[in-house]
């Protein structure tokens, strides 16, 4: 199975920061590749498909980029509502696989 | 409005199983590939099974051989059969549909876009 190691694994932030998760395939997904925010009690949020595509109704503040193997994620400027632990997904191969989360905790 | 509602979880002892189910609304269900998703207690999110958009069932290899997934479309319903549970299966089990994008010529389908909200099934 495709392994994804995303980092860090926690990062402390303050409103108004920009903030950026990374996620690295064990080999190319080209851009096979998503990202979801989940908060304590809740599902997952689906954000960014294909890598960079914003799902409709995310703020435009997210943004995704890369491909073949390596992945970030960036929130523009941090919102109170962000603080929650995201994770990558590739969609690639089966068994798709997820990051191990990143937790964007209030500095 | 789209809808995903598992049921079907709750306690059972290793080596025992369980079938849970997704009941889904609001969209054309036999047009899309599904995944079950778990979350163990504190822990991270762990895709366990799926069907295609072609209509083949993939595994995770924590569960191959133990898991097996199957559809109704004439019900809208998704089923996760899980026979020889163990302890590490005890988690919050979720199910998703993909989002479907229309291109020109075809539709692609990504992720997960719609989840339920989970049902808990624990292993003791």
């Known amino acids: 199975a495709i392994q994804m190691t995303q980092s860090p694994s926690s990062l402390a932030a303050s409103v108004g920061d920009r903030v950026t998760i990374t996620c690295r395939a064990s080999?190319?997904?080209?851009?096979?590749l998503g990202w979801y925010q989940q908060k304590p009690g809740k599902a997952p949020k689906f954000l960014i498909y294909a890598a960079s595509s914003l799902q409709s109704g995310v703020p435009s503040r997210f943004s995704g980029s890369g491909s073949g193997t390596d992945f970030t994620l960036t929130i523009s400027s941090l919102q109170p509502e962000d603080f929650a632990t995201y994770y990558c997904l590739q969609d690639n191969t089966y068994p798709w696989t997820f990051g191990q989360g990143t937790k964007v905790e209030i500095k | 409005e789209v809808q995903l509602l598992e049921s079907g979880g709750g306690l059972v002892q290793p080596g025992g199983s369980l079938r849970l189910s997704c009941t889904a609304s609001g969209f054309i269900f036999s047009r899309y590939g599904m995944s079950w998703v778990r979350q163990a207690p504190g822990k991270g999110l762990e895709w366990v099974s799926g069907f295609s958009a072609g209509g083949t069932a993939y595994y995770a290899d924590s569960v191959k051989g133990r898991f097996t997934i199957s559809r109704d479309n004439s019900k809208n319903t998704l089923y996760l059969q899980m026979n020889g549970l163990r302890a590490e299966d005890t988690a919050l089990y979720y199910c998703a549909k993909p989002l479907m994008v229309r291109g020109v010529i075809d539709v692609v389908y990504y992720g997960m876009d719609v989840w339920g909200q989970g049902t808990t099934v624990t292993v003791s």
């Open positions: 080999q190319d997904i080209r851009n096979d």
